[in-house]
Every structure is written in C-alpha cells, then in structure tokens.
C-alpha cells in the first residue's frame, strides 16, 4: 500500500510539472517570446509589418497596457528601427520589415516608458516549414 501510495504522489506530481510545462500555442501563428510577462507573440503580416500581441497564462490575447516596444532589423551596417502604435489589442510596427529571407532580429519590450528593457535576439526566418504551415521563425515542429 505504501509504494502505490508513493508511485501515485510521483505520478501526480509529474503531470503537474508537465501541465506547468506546457508551452503556449501563438494564436496567430507567430513566434512566442517567453522572456516576457505577460509572454508576447511575434507576427509578421501579409504586408510585411509586424504585430505584437500579448497573452495571458492560458495564451489568450489580452489587450496591451503601457508597453513600449521596438524592433532593430535588416542590415547590421544599416539596420532598420521600427516603433509600435496600438491597434486594438495588438502593437503593428510604423514600417515594414527589410527585404530579406532571413534577418537577425533585437526585439526590446519595456513594461512603461522609460522602464527597464526585455532583450530578444532571434533570426528571423522567412522561409516555410517544410513539415508544419508555419514559416521558420514560428516553426512549432521538433526539427533543427
């Protein structure tokens, strides 16, 4: 009775870690930026602007409050500074992004104005995921 006892408390605690665990999902597709609380997701549109929307613990959007972000993209030598207005309960960056398949990203978010910044560097890839219908940068797949 005693090591059912103790196997059932193990089982129990693992699927609590595993359900805290979890990742969320990107409700439109994006890439999740976890660095973040609330967590945030990264969106290229069709336009090629970019949408920043923020989730809740359960990946709900919720509206932004008084975040700030900015994007530094394209050309190292010659990058490209995008700021962000709200629209809704979205952020959309004032300019399109480079031309490019692929561009290294710095994607800052502060809480307010004048606050502390949330540093993420990633590459943004724009070519499609040859397994899932995401394209790189958002791959969800488990592939390299």
């Known amino acids: ?3 059912k006892l103790i196997a059932l408390t193990a089982l129990l605690v693992t699927l609590t870690f595993a359900n805290a665990a979890e990742k969320i999902k990107a ?11 609330p ?3 990264f969106v290229i549109t069709e336009d090629k602007k970019i949408e920043i929307r923020f989730l809740d613990a359960a990946g709900k959007v919720v509206a932004p409050a008084a975040q700030v972000v900015t994007v530094t ?3 190292r ?4 500074k995008l700021a962000f207005t709200k ?3 979205k952020l959309v960056s004032d300019k399109v992004i480079p031309d490019g398949k ?7 978010i502060r809480a307010k104005e004048g606050g502390k910044a949330n540093t993420a560097k990633f590459t943004l890839n724009l070519a499609k995921c040859a ?4 394209a790189e940068y958002a791959c969800t797949c488990a592939h390299d």
């Not at 030598?77 to 490209?80: G, H, N, S, Y």
């Not at 397994?131 to 995401?134: D, F, L, S």
């Open 73 to 75: 993209t394209g050309d």
């Open 39 to 41: 967590h945030a997701e």
């Open 131 to 134: 397994t899932c219908e995401h």
């Open 1 to 3: 009775m005693k090591h």
């Open 77 to 80: 030598a010659d990058p490209t």
């Open 27 to 37: 409700p439109n597709g994006g890439r999740i930026i976890d660095s973040v609380e």
């Open 87 to 89: 629209d809704g309960d």
């Open 102 to 108: 692929e561009l290294p990203v710095v994607l800052q």
